[in-house]
Nanobody, 127 residues
Framework: QVQLVESGGGLVQTGGSLRLSCAAS????????MGWFRQTPGKERELVAH????????WYADSVKGRFTISSDNAKNTVYLQMYSLKPDDTAVYYC????????????????????WGQGTQVTVSS
């Protein structure tokens, strides 16, 4: 069984920074792509960044491009989301996930199942 555990969320002022971590147990980085999503009450979960296991290629939503960076440390089985220049609109619960099917991350509007999810970590950006 694979488990994903997020950490690093918290309260930060506008313009501040946070780094989220997603620690994985098991052989998660063996052929698993990883993603970071966020969700606010009443809204659908939004994909903000993902990283491809084979070559480390990354993708970002337009809303976070240039401000967020996704990276992985395979030795630590951990994926990070470094967030800079945070805005109140970034306030959300952030979730990491993992899946072996890369097409799920690149298919616009995909709403189906992913293999594994973390429990989420709250990020609150005050104005």
């Amino acid at each position: 069984q694979v488990q994903l555990v997020e950490s690093g969320g918290g309260l930060v002022q506008t313009g501040g920074s946070l780094r989220l971590s997603c620690a994985a147990s098991g052989r998660i980085f063996s052929m698993y792509h990883m993603g970071w999503f966020r969700q606010t009450p009443g809204k659908e979960r939004e994909l903000v960044a993902h990283i491809r296991w084979s070559d480390g290629a990354t993708w970002y939503a337009d809303s976070v491009k240039g401000r967020f960076t996704i990276s992985s440390d395979n030795a630590k089985n951990t994926v990070y989301l470094q967030m800079y220049s945070l805005k109140p609109d970034d306030t959300a619960v952030y979730y990491c996930n993992a899946d072996r099917e890369y097409w799920k991350y690149i298919t616009r509007g995909y709403r189906g199942q992913y293999d594994y999810w973390g429990q989420g970590t709250q990020v609150t950006v005050s104005s």
